[in-house]
């Protein structure tokens, strides 16, 4: 098993920044790829970013492609995000997953352990 914890979200004024990160325990051997999803209010959850363990390859969802960078530790088994120029549109319940699958996916049912989630409220 693999466990997540998510550090605390927070409030922002539109244009702003925040840092999430994700620390991983566990079996993290097994870990490939990882990743943040969000999900707003009355909608679906989505894949925002997403990172290969080892290698380092990233993918992005385009609504966020210039302004969230994701990043990892891999000595501190953490990954991060990066949001700059937040949106008021970015206001959702972050969550970080990790995958024991090889390549780079933004289908869900490949992530197999979830974080607790975080809330992001961006304000106009």
């Known amino acids: 098993q693999v466990q997540l914890v998510e550090s605390a979200g927070g409030l922002v004024q539109a244009g702003g920044s925040l840092r999430l990160s994700c620390a991983a325990s566990g079996r993290t051997f097994s870990i490939n790829n990882m990743a943040w999803f969000r999900q707003a209010p009355g909608k679906e959850r989505e894949l925002v970013a997403a990172i290969r363990w080892s290698g380092g390859n990233t993918y992005y969802a385009d609504s966020v492609k210039g302004r969230f960078t994701i990043s990892r530790d891999n000595a501190e088994n953490t990954i991060y995000l990066q949001m700059n120029s937040l949106k008021p549109e970015d206001t959702a319940v972050y969550y970080c997953?990790?995958?024991?699958?090889?390549?780079?996916?933004?289908?869900?049912?490949?992530?197999?352990?979830w974080g607790q989630g975080t809330q992001v409220t961006v304000s106009s």
């Open positions: 997953a990790a995958s024991p699958q090889g390549g780079l996916s933004s289908r869900e049912v490949v992530y197999d352990y």
